[in-house]
């Protein structure tokens, strides 16, 4: 086993799905359900933004084995107290060979929990 297999953080991950809204629309957004995964967790960057109030926004990048990570999920970090996070662009795949193969993507803290959300903290 390795690092890949055995990360200390657990995520709730949100897929994204396709639907069509009221208008017929295609559209992608997060699953209702989540798929819980281990993972290693890092910090890449704390930035300060330039806003009232002085907001903090710290990247994080997420390593394991295999995720349903894609550019529209939704993370809950569950080892986090349940903090809410957004995945920043598309999860970066690797397959040089099974031992090695894994997902690592870059996600990013919201400022509020999505509505569904809300009742559940």
């Known amino acids: 086993m390795s690092l890949l297999d055995r990360?200390?953080?657990f995520l709730d991950i949100f897929p994204e799905v396709t639907?069509?809204?009221?208008l017929g629309n295609v559209i992608v957004r997060p699953a209702d359900e989540?798929?819980?995964i281990r993972a290693s967790v890092q910090p890449v960057?704390?930035?300060?933004l330039s806003a009232v109030g002085q907001d903090l926004?710290?990247?994080?990048r997420v390593i394991?084995?295999?995720a349903p990570l894609g550019a529209w999920?939704?993370?809950r970090w569950v080892t986090n107290g349940g903090t809410w996070w957004d995945v920043i662009g598309r999860p970066r795949r690797y397959g040089m060979s099974r031992r090695t193969?894994?997902?690592?993507?870059?996600?990013r803290e919201r400022k509020d929990p999505p509505e569904s959300a809300r009742g559940e903290a």
């Open 7 to 9: 990360g200390e953080e």
């Open 101 to 107: 193969a894994h997902i690592d993507a870059l996600i």
């Open 57 to 60: 926004a710290t990247t994080y």
């Open 34 to 36: 989540p798929v819980r």
């Open 64 to 66: 394991c084995r295999s």
């Open 73 to 75: 999920s939704r993370v």
């Open 19 to 22: 639907t069509t809204d009221d």
């Open 45 to 48: 960057t704390s930035d300060e």
